[in-house]
């Protein structure tokens, strides 16, 4: 008798810790940057396209996500603030081919004082894997 009691208890505390599963990783983290799912920037896009800067920073050139403001390499993020807005918080969000470049350029932006900067987990490989397109004309 204690068996069905014991499951269902399990099974309601295991759906109600999915539920509560996080929108993004390294939320405050000691890196100063988030990284965020495909399917938040899909989201993103479509719900509050005008409310950030979306850049790629991989070298070379393998395709743009769509609606891109920008791209910067991810070596010359330094050099290239000028590029980027002058409000510090400012939502940044980066992306490369699969990761690195990205985490590179996102250190470079938090060094220069920028507080709300993301970097798309799994970068283009991510975006297509999931379905999505990129756009090959830089």
């Known amino acids: 008798m204690l068996k069905k009691p014991l499951l ?7 759906l109600a810790l999915a539920g509560c599963s996080p929108t993004s990783t390294n939320e405050g983290s000691p890196e100063g940057y988030t990284s965020i799912s495909v399917e938040i920037l899909a989201d993103m896009i479509e719900e509050r396209r005008e409310d950030f800067l979306l850049v790629n920073t991989h070298i070379p050139f393998e395709g743009n996500l769509p609606t891109t403001d920008f791209s910067v390499p991810y070596n010359e993020t330094s050099a290239n603030l000028d590029l ?22 996102a250190q470079q932006l938090v060094a220069a004082g920028y507080s709300n900067v993301k970097i798309l987990t799994g970068g283009m490989n991510a975006w297509q894997s999931a379905g999505q397109t990129l756009e090959m004309e830089p």
């Not at 269902?8 to 505390?13: D, E, Y």
């Not at 980066?94 to 990205?102: A, Q």
Request: glycine content about 0%.
């Open 84 to 105: 980027f807005p002058e409000d510090k918080d400012a939502e940044i969000v980066l992306y490369c081919l699969n990761d690195p470049m990205s985490h590179t350029a």
């Open 8 to 14: 269902l208890s399990l099974t309601i505390a295991a």
